[in-house]
């Protein structure tokens, strides 16, 4: 029976000695991605058992889908070689400046690389990503620059019914600095798209490192940046309030109906304004969003048109909403409103979008609105979809142009 005993824990000992080969193989021995001195990379996956393992990335030629708001683009995917290890590789091009994102499938299972720990969340879907430096990336990496706050700042609704809502908050390097006690700082409110929250723009978008980065070469003022949740029956990003681990979904209650516009003066530029150093005037105050943020800041400035002189419309949603009985006002009278609003005109009006964005036939026609007005805006118009690529380019773009 001891024979039996000791042969059982060697066998025990040999399998866990063959399971750590496995895991050394995927955690150490394999990098993944592998970025090339000439901007290629190469990708491995280790699958001995799998039939296919393709590469799925915003880099490969796009694919495009039927969706219920129209033909949008999707990443392209790429078949990976495997050697007789049962080790898949594939390596790309030399690539652009960007911050990349990819993952795999397996057998037609979809699958993130357990050897690059770098992720990130986009409404229920995880991605992995890395970053190739260049021109237009050089603001998303963090450098060795003084760096601001980022803060999850609770507070009270009460025009959404709430006794605490969540968003997120950056202070520029310095403000917290005793010696700049009696300093007050201009404020960008920052909206989400549809399926976001209070983290998208601070995780997806890069906007710290942007901040950091511009304001340490001199190109931004430094600014209070204010991230608030876009989504009216949410108090915060799923799974970080009380009853809510439920999956994040695309489409959310009270998103596009007018509540979040109306709630917005009073209970987050009140709030901000009461509990941070602010500068509490129009010139000193700007608001943005991409997609359905867009949409938020066009109506928000609209129906507040002595709050905001800088206003940015990130591939906006700028016709696409669904006022509820209550709240419908916010989007009536839209003409009379751009007539007040453009009275005394915000100082920048910045809409940008890119060509095969599926809002892009919506914003050609808001753009002759403007135009048939005589309202001035500028415009930015550039490659690509409705993807995150696009909407760092425009917020790197759009600060610079603030509080001058």
Known sequence: MKRVFILMGLAVQLMAASAQETVGLNAGDIVSPEINADQTVTFR???????????????????????????????GTQLLSKDGNGLWTYTSPALAPELHTYCFSVDGLRATDPNNVYMQRDIFTYTNYFLIDGDVSENYFVRDVPHGNVAKVWYPS????????????????????????????????????????????????????????????????????????????????????????????????????GAIEAAFASDVVGYIDSHYRTLADKPHRAIAGLSMGGFHSLYISLNNPDMFDYVGLFSAAVNRGNPSNEQGYIYDKKDEKLARQFANAPRLYYIAIGRTDFLYKDNVEFRQKLDQKGYRYEYCETDGGHIWSNWRKYLNWFVPQLFK
């Open 158 to 257: 009460p025009r959404l019914g709430m006794a605490q809502r969540r968003m997120t908050v950056y202070t520029p390097a310095g403000y917290d600095d005793p010696k700049n006690s009696a300093k007050r700082y201009p404020v960008l409110y920052l909206l989400h798209g549809a399926g976001g929250d209070e983290n998208a723009w601070s995780e997806l978008g890069r906007a710290t490192q942007i901040l950091d980065n511009l304001i340490a070469q001199g190109k931004a003022e430094p600014m209070i940046v204010v991230m608030p949740n876009g989504n009216g029956t949410q108090q915060a990003v799923p799974g970080e309030y009380a009853n809510s681990m439920y999956k994040p979904l695309f489409i959310n209650p009270r998103t596009m109906d």
């Open 45 to 75: 996956f280790f699958a001995p058992q799998a039939k296919e393992v393709k590469l799925e990335a915003d880099f490969l030629p796009k694919q495009k889908i039927k969706t219920p708001m129209g033909e949008m683009e999707v990443a």
